[in-house]
């Protein structure tokens, strides 16, 4: 990258910074940034200045944050994607018939991206919207995308990623992890009970693009008290089967 004169390496620094802030890391330091960006404390503090100058980030003399106007950034690039146009109309009538939230989400390195969601006004434990992340190796649409690629490509990136439990229910060991990951391919989808948070369970099926490619995950989410997650599965299940063989045609 060192070589290519296109490449512009103080935007590059700057993109790294903005990505240091997470749901877990709101508020950060200059030394703080430098450090989970790999910058020196200068770089770091040019980068987060100019994110304040321009309005992304907020500054209290010791702790930048982001701004609101961040999410112009994220949501202008997924409105931009073809994919959650084609999804949301099929969203919005699965989570009619079904009662349910339902999303669709991408694989991004060892997350899930939320592409689109239709949701039900009922009480969850975890609230999402498009651009919202979670670790892909607890979710049921991490884990029938990390079924999609070769194992040791799977392995890989369950290996490297935060295996800190949610819940008291979260899988921590890869290999346990990876033989959900085996149970989604060879069943063709996922059930999670309670892994993310405590009372949600959710199933997951992949979205095929007409070249039997997967694209993205589409699932649906219910509280944990409604019954078996067996039960759940027989009854929502052939639902998604139903979306997937839809979206199948028209997915590029």
């Not at 959710?202 to 409604?226: E, I, K, Q």
């Amino acid at each position: 990258m060192a070589n290519n004169r296109d490449h512009i390496e103080s935007l590059a620094k700057g993109l790294r910074v903005l990505e240091a802030f997470g749901a877990e890391r709101p508020r950060l330091s200059v030394s703080e940034a430098a450090a989970i960006a790999g910058l020196d404390r200068a770089g770091a503090r040019r980068c987060l200045l100019t994110l304040h100058d321009l309005g992304y980030a907020d500054y209290d003399g010791k702790y930048f944050s982001p701004t609101p106007r961040v999410l112009r950034l994220g949501l202008g690039a997924l409105a931009a994607l073809p994919l959650p146009q084609i999804v949301q109309p099929w969203l919005d009538q699965l989570s009619e018939r079904i009662g349910q939230s339902t999303s669709v989400s991408v694989l991004d390195e060892t997350e899930i991206v939320y592409l689109a969601r239709a949701a039900q006004r009922r009480l969850m434990p975890v609230g999402l919207m498009p651009g919202s992340r979670l670790p892909a190796h607890c979710t049921s649409m991490g884990r029938v995308l990390l079924a999609s690629l070769p194992e040791a490509e799977a392995r890989a990136l369950v290996e490297r990623s935060d295996l800190s439990p949610r819940t008291p229910r979260s899988l921590t060991a890869p290999d346990e992890i990876m033989a959900r990951v085996g149970e989604a391919r060879r069943l063709g989808y996922a059930v999670i009970d309670q892994e993310v948070a405590m009372g949600l369970r959710a199933l997951a099926v992949p979205l095929h693009s007409a070249h039997g490619r997967v694209v993205a995950a589409l699932n649906t989410g219910f509280a944990a008290g409604d019954g078996h997650p067996d039960d759940a599965v027989a009854q929502t299940l052939p639902e998604l089967l139903r979306v997937q063989d839809g979206l199948r045609r028209v997915l590029r």
